[in-house]
Nanobody, 116 residues
């Protein structure tokens, strides 16, 4: 079974940093594009960042460009999201995602709360 397990969320002050991790299993990680989404209460789940194989192609939402970095370590079956200069509006549950064979797969999410 495809499994995605996020970790690294927590409470952080504005301007602070966190690094989220997503450990993947149950599929050939090195052949799959990966992405991070986030969802705040009452809002849609939106893509934050995505990465192709070997970090060759990346996507970032405008709201996080210049602050967040997505990367992957295929040897560890892990994708990371480095978040810097965090803002109040970054508060959300962050989800790891992959898409294959016509289906989306999601982790259970990790909470990121930015508060002073």
């Amino acid at each position: 079974q495809v499994q995605l397990v996020e970790s690294g969320g927590g409470l952080v002050q504005p301007g602070g940093s966190l690094r989220l991790s997503c450990k993947a299993s149950g599929f050939t990680f090195s052949q799959a594009g990966m992405a991070w989404f986030r969802q705040a209460p009452g809002r849609e789940r939106d893509a934050v960042a995505a990465i192709s194989l070997k970090n060759s192609v990346t996507y970032y939402a405008n709201a996080v460009k210049g602050r967040f970095n997505i990367s992957r370590d295929n040897a560890k079956n892990t994708v990371y999201l480095e978040m810097n200069n965090l803002k109040f509006e970054d508060t959300a549950v962050y989800y790891c995602n992959t898409h294959m064979s016509g289906s989306d797969y999601w982790g259970q999410g990790t909470q990121v709360t930015v508060s002073s």
